[in-house]
């Protein structure tokens, strides 16, 4: 499949595209906020939301309908959240692509358009959703209004498994050991982002460490610190910064200007220092959520293996009921 | 001021409002969140975002325009990031409301319509931002496709203040020492919450919490609690939930029994026990907010006195430069 073939049809189909809501649960919700904020950033005739899929389904925009395009992701194929946010996107008329991983889930239904991606280590990202929804995103942007950073994108996307190979090495030789350390030392811990990287911010939170490594952590924005969660910083207080490499930096800037004078416990992952300096400095902030999710993947890993914890231990989901 | 002058004047001046977008930081910016959930609940013309001041500025929407209408609040007034997200959007050729409590601040300012709201222990609801955004809101699709809901939430605004009143006994009576108990016992715990009150979540942890009483916590989505961070969940580990009196409240009731079968430690705030019955079902999201903020200043007021910690005192904001 192709995403200008994807864009096309849903353009037949529905005429024009008015707004594009895109819904998912947990880490599949994360890969989708970056083409979110970049519709939002970029699109002069489409705006953008972003919903966990059981806040779609009980309380659904009431724009939704025929011009709507709604992107749902679930990796498994079968999250019932998901599903049902499809279903009712698919009711009210609007164009619906779902994501997964998994041929002949719930999700791989007829009447939407179906998008099955492989997973695994090798993979590249423009395979992948962190690297299918900007795709999906630009194609409908250019095709409706022409977007000027196409170029920009297609050729940042190219170039992040190599810039991903190369981190995940640093970071290996540079933060990992460091960060099983600390969070050894810290039974709970603060970790801060922003723009679209805060996508990961969160993720790395609930997914990489409430999840698979049940650590205790909160997840905070940059900018937000500054506005009551700062007080809590003192020397003794564990705090994990992802300093972007886009426009956002500014934030990230500010919060690592404070947190170095007030705590003695702050390690920092730039994307800057992880080779986002390749990609084109317009197109960076829907790009590196992908760098940053690896780099959180080998990070989990190591507290993994330090703890004796596979990140692949669950107690909970699908296992109980709930 | 009145809201349905505001918007009439908005109205004759832009011809028509296509997206409203909602800014602020940290507080002011909680207070926003119900009416921006609103408009994209009960708008079929215009969409909504909400954003911190410092990503409305450093990423601002390319669809800001003429026919965007902004909200800026800083209850200050001289927030410095509230004020640029102010006069950006000017420049951009938006519509825009401020909301201060301070009259003569920066962003009472001749190019804004400037709303001088007063503050205090017994102004009604209908006066605070959390009051006048959802009416403003309502008289903006009250005017430009009609909102058959509008009595409905003039009604249950009017209700709010004996609701609280009310309530602040209650939860004295039942929840405050209880709370401040958990607080000695627990260096660090979860809340969580759903729908518009997820607002009043993220403001419990950020503002009433980490700012003003140096308490270490996390804020959580109702839903996105079982995509990832259930798995943190087992004996001693405390979680204060917030039940919602509306239609999200299905997602509350989730996570409520989960919680009830796999911690000791949990503590619930549920809305339709503290009066908001009373209100129309169709309009509770949209003012709830109000209880569940009222409730937490209590709660942190008790806390504050176990501790002896007054939420006056601060160690940064304010105090140094950043």
């Known amino acids: 499949m192709k995403t200008n073939e994807v864009i096309s049809r849903v353009l037949a189909e529905h005429e024009e595209i008015t707004e594009i809501y895109w819904t998912a649960c947990g880490g599949s919700l994360i890969d989708l906020y970056p083409s979110h904020y970049m519709v939002n950033a970029e699109s002069a005739k489409t705006s953008s939301g972003w919903y966990t899929a059981k806040e779609f389904t009980v309380t659904p925009p009431k724009r939704l309908g025929k011009h709507s395009l709604v992107i749902v992701c679930s990796h498994s194929g079968n999250t019932q959240e998901a599903m049902d946010a499809a279903v009712l996107a698919y009711e009210k008329g609007a164009a619906v692509v779902t ?106 939170a609930i997914c990489s460490l409430m999840e698979m490594q049940r650590q205790n952590c909160c997840y905070l924005h940059s900018a937000e610190y500054f506005h009551g969660p700062f007080e809590c910083t003192e020397k003794g207080i564990f705090y994990f910064l992802q300093m972007s490499s886009s426009q956002s930096r500014v934030m990230d800037e500010r919060a690592l200007s404070f947190l170095k004078a007030h705590t003695d416990r702050l390690m ?55």
């Not at 994501?99 to 695994?120: C, E, H, M, N, Q």
């Not at 790009?287 to 990140?311: C, D, I, Q, T, W």
Request: glycine share 8%; net charge negative; aromatic share 12%.
């Open 99 to 204: 994501l997964t991983d998994k041929a002949g889930s719930k999700v791989d239904d007829p009447r939407f358009i179906t998008w099955v991606y492989p997973w695994g280590d090798h993979v590249p990202t423009a395979e992948v959703p962190l690297g299918i929804c900007p795709t999906l995103a630009a194609e409908l942007i250019k095709a409706q209004e022409g977007f000027p950073k196409y170029d920009a994108l297609t050729d940042g996307l190219k170039k992040m498994d190599g810039i991903i190979e190369n981190a995940k090495n640093k970071v290996n030789a540079e933060l990992s050991e460091k960060f099983a350390d600390r969070c050894q030392e810290n039974e709970f811990f603060y970790i801060l982002g922003s723009g679209a990287a805060f996508s990961q911010t969160y993720g790395f």
């Open 268 to 322: 920092v992952l730039d994307a800057m220092e992880y080779g986002m300096g390749d990609v084109d400095a317009s197109v960076r902030a829907y790009l590196e959520p992908a760098l940053f999710y690896a780099m959180n993947v080998e990070l989990r890993a190591a507290r993994g293996k330090r703890f004796n914890h596979s990140p692949e231990i669950r107690r909970y989901m699908g296992i109980e009921n709930y």
